[in-house]
């Protein structure tokens, strides 16, 4: 005979819906639960920075390009040449090519630049600056590539500022030794003089 009290009770199986990585939905957990995705502001602007060069910028990069491979070559040093190259040919194109334009939006999720989804909890401060005479805005991030930057275009700065600071420390990081290195050249050898 068998007791009702003894008897082994199974849990009910699972009936949750299971999504897949792509249909994954959209949604924060508050306090009164979870919130879908709300657009805050948006724009579009270049992916990066771009000034359109002169000649005297391309010959000068030829020249200190040639005088290095010189020097690395009379010393022995074949590879890092084609570093070298590599490097001077990046910047040609990158000089030269124009850069597409991208939508950025602020959300209540994060930043999305180009359907690329940065979430608040993943970056630390932001800070402005001015660079190729356009107004850019950089923030940290915890994970690749560790900087995000967004060209405002037409946007207001100030809006910006005022969504970001909300949420994110307006802070400008101190100086890398790379970042001082990198500005005193500039400072010292001037690519891109009038002609």
Do not use: C
């Not at 709300?38 to 391309?58: C, D, I, N, T």
């Not at 991030?141 to 909300?166: A, C, H, K, W, Y």
Request: hydrophobic fraction near 40%; aromatic fraction near 12%.
């Amino acid at each position: 005979m068998t007791d009702a009290h003894s008897q082994t009770v199974f849990p009910e199986e699972n009936t949750q819906q299971q999504f897949t990585s792509a249909q994954q939905p959209q949604y924060t957990t508050s306090p009164t639960g979870p919130q879908p995705e709300q657009l805050v502001l948006e724009w579009k602007a270049p992916s990066r920075p771009f000034k359109k060069r002169h000649r005297r910028y391309y010959m000068t990069i030829a020249t200190i390009v040639l005088l290095i491979s010189l020097i690395l070559f009379f010393s022995g040093q074949f590879l890092p040449i084609a570093v070298v190259i590599a490097v001077a040919f990046m910047a040609y194109v990158l000089s030269f090519v124009p850069p597409e334009l991208v939508l950025n939006q602020l959300t209540t999720y994060g930043i999305r630049n180009d359907n690329t989804l940065y979430n608040w909890e993943n970056m630390g401060r932001f800070w402005s600056e001015t660079k190729l005479e356009q107004r850019i805005i950089h923030v940290e991030l915890t994970r690749f590539p560790n900087q995000l930057t967004l060209l405002l275009g037409d946007q207001d700065e100030q809006e910006v500022v005022e969504i970001m600071s909300s949420v994110l420390l307006y802070e400008r990081p101190p100086l890398t030794t790379f970042d001082k290195v990198s500005q005193w050249l500039q400072e010292k050898i001037p690519l891109d003089t009038e002609a």
